[in-house]
């Protein structure tokens, strides 16, 4: 079964919109911490946001938040005020605790691009 | 934040050469580190996590004689692609959890090498 699971392989939206960029989860660690990462075309992975199980509140990075729904197992990115250099890969991401693996499992990523 | 340096960037070789790549934590020193590898528009895969001192630990499928893992110190980890052939042309990516500090939220990556086997 996918860990990891990214629906939306592209996503466009106007300069200056919100948008969301969807991923589910699925595990049976009790802890666990959620990723996401941008890709641009040169191929760095660039740290955007990070969630862990146990955090009460949702994160919030600038103008990247992670709504975590922990009973949903979903963790989207919403990215607000989207400007032309948000147009990239997006890549969610897991890393479970209790199994003592400090490794990543990635989702297969969305492409954003954002319109002037 | 800790940064983590890849060498080459980007390498060029002839099918059966053997290529190295390198994966040196600049700023903190890292007990593992991770080697993935990505194709063109596909996700990244975890081939190996590498130890210091110890044997790296090969995910499923991937071939431990013909990716060489070489954990050397606390700050550098080799990847050796031996007898490289077409098929392995990819993105390799490496990346480090800072160690020392436990529990950090934040994995650091560093910037890839693209390889190319004609």
């Known amino acids: 079964a996918q860990k990891i699971t990214q629906t939306q392989p592209g996503m466009f939206v106007q300069e200056k919109e919100a948008v969301t960029l969807d991923c589910t989860y699925d595990?049976?660690?009790?802890?666990?911490?959620l990723f996401w990462y941008k890709q641009p075309s040169s191929g760095e992975m660039i740290f955007l946001i990070y969630?862990?199980?146990?955090?009460?509140q949702n994160a919030t990075e600038g103008r990247y938040s992670l709504n975590f729904q922990k009973a949903r197992k979903s963790a989207n990115l919403v990215i607000s005020a989207s400007q032309l250099g948000d147009s990239a890969m997006y890549f969610c991401?897991?890393?479970?605790?209790?199994?003592?693996?400090?490794?990543?499992?990635f989702g297969s990523g969305t492409r954003l691009q954002v319109q002037p | 934040g800790a940064v983590v340096s890849q060498h080459p960037s980007r390498v060029i070789c002839k099918s059966g050469t053997s290529v190295k790549i390198e994966c040196r934590s600049l700023?903190?020193?890292?007990?593992?580190m991770f080697w993935y590898r990505q194709f063109p528009k596909k996700s990244l895969m975890l081939m190996a996590t590498?130890?210091?001192?110890?044997?790296?630990?090969?995910e499923q499928g991937v071939e431990k004689d013909k990716f060489l893992i070489n954990h050397a110190s606390l700050t550098l980890s080799t990847l050796t692609v031996t007898s490289a052939h077409p098929e392995d042309s990819s993105f390799y990516i490496c990346?480090?959890?800072?160690?020392?500090?436990?529990?950090?939220?934040?994995?650091?990556f560093g910037p890839g090498t693209r390889l190319t086997v004609l």
């Open positions: 990346s480090a959890p800072d160690g020392l500090a436990g529990g950090v939220s934040e994995q650091f």
């Open positions: 595990t049976s660690d009790p802890s666990y911490g």
């Open positions: 969630q862990g199980s146990y955090d009460q």
């Open positions: 991401a897991m890393r479970e605790e209790d199994m003592g693996r400090r490794a990543l499992t």
């Open positions: 700023d903190f020193q890292a007990t593992t």
């Open positions: 590498s130890n210091e001192g110890s044997k790296a630990t090969y």
